[in-house]
């Protein structure tokens, strides 16, 4: 919310209870006191869902990170690895299990991961005679999916906001 609104809002709630405490009898009054009072609540709602959202895109971000590490350092550098080792036999294997050294935006990660899941699934049985531990791939594939997750957990955050 920014200053203008919060002083807009402020404003309101002072005059609310201005005219709480200095009741008239006639109706227009007490009808333009109930959309008021109305409002108020309504814009201390929309206040709340909107610090709400505020609050999941940055816990959607922090996770949104801590995923991107944990999957870049363990599971796809466990894959490429397997892959480079199998490269020795398939030379292409060397160029699509390629990890970019600078952070990338998270959907160009996620589409990276998710390529590279798809290639090692492919190859499986090759990679798995160079090293490559089952288990990983499955990790892989949760980890992506709660990727997943938190990216739907940050655009929901931003519809809020």
Not at 102 to 116: D, G, N, V
């Amino acid at each position: 919310m920014n200053a203008i609104t919060r002083k807009r809002l402020e404003m309101g709630a002072r005059a609310l209870e201005f005219s709480q405490a200095q009741p008239d009898a006639s109706a227009g009054y007490t009808k333009a006191l109930a959309e008021l009072t109305e409002l108020l609540a309504r814009s201390e709602q929309l206040a709340d869902q909107q610090r709400q959202g505020i609050a999941d895109v940055r816990a959607a971000t922090a996770r949104k990170r801590e995923l991107r590490r944990s999957i870049r350092q363990g599971e796809l550098t466990h894959v490429a690895r397997a892959a480079q080792r199998a490269a020795k036999e398939v030379p292409e294997l060397a160029q699509k299990f390629t990890l970019p050294r600078e952070t990338i935006p998270y959907l160009a990660f996620r589409s990276l991961a998710r390529t590279i899941l798809a290639e090692a699934q492919e190859r499986k049985e090759m990679l798995i005679e160079h090293g490559l531990v089952d288990r990983v791939l499955d990790s892989l594939a949760r980890s992506l999916d709660q990727f997943d997750q938190a990216l739907a957990q940050g655009t929901e955050g931003r519809r809020k906001h």
